[in-house]
């Protein structure tokens, strides 16, 4: 599996942004899908999760209300639409895939940087 970000950029405090992750390969592996985020010098988080089969999402409480973890499963691709975004959401933003055998696998990251 592979997986491979797009979206991020530069944008004013209250604005939004959709980053998008595109899987190829073994997509039948996937079990679930993910966002996480790391700004500098802190350690990498969960952002929101979303199961393959059910399609049930999960969120981090820094984002619940604001951001909507979608998947289209036609395209394999994976969607984070971040709105109202706050200075403290900036950080390199990575898609993660949670295969059946537990093993996960993760993007590049993409930057998301919010001015105030």
């Known amino acids: 599996v592979q997986l491979v970000e797009s979206g991020g950029g530069l944008v004013q405090a209250g604005g939004s942004l959709r980053l998008a992750c595109a899987a190829s390969g073994r997509i039948r592996s996937i079990d679930a899908m993910g966002w996480y985020r790391q700004a500098p010098g802190k350690q990498r988080e969960v952002v929101a999760f979303?199961?393959?089969?059910?399609?049930?999402?999960n969120y981090d409480d820094s984002v619940k209300g604001r951001f909507t973890i979608s998947r289209d499963n036609a395209k394999n691709t994976m969607y984070l639409q971040m709105n109202s975004l706050k200075p403290e959401d900036t950080a390199v933003y990575y898609c993660n895939a949670v295969l059946i055998d537990y093993s996960r696998v993760w993007g590049q990251g993409t930057q998301v940087t919010v001015s105030s």
């Open positions: 979303i199961a393959s089969g059910s399609g049930s999402a």
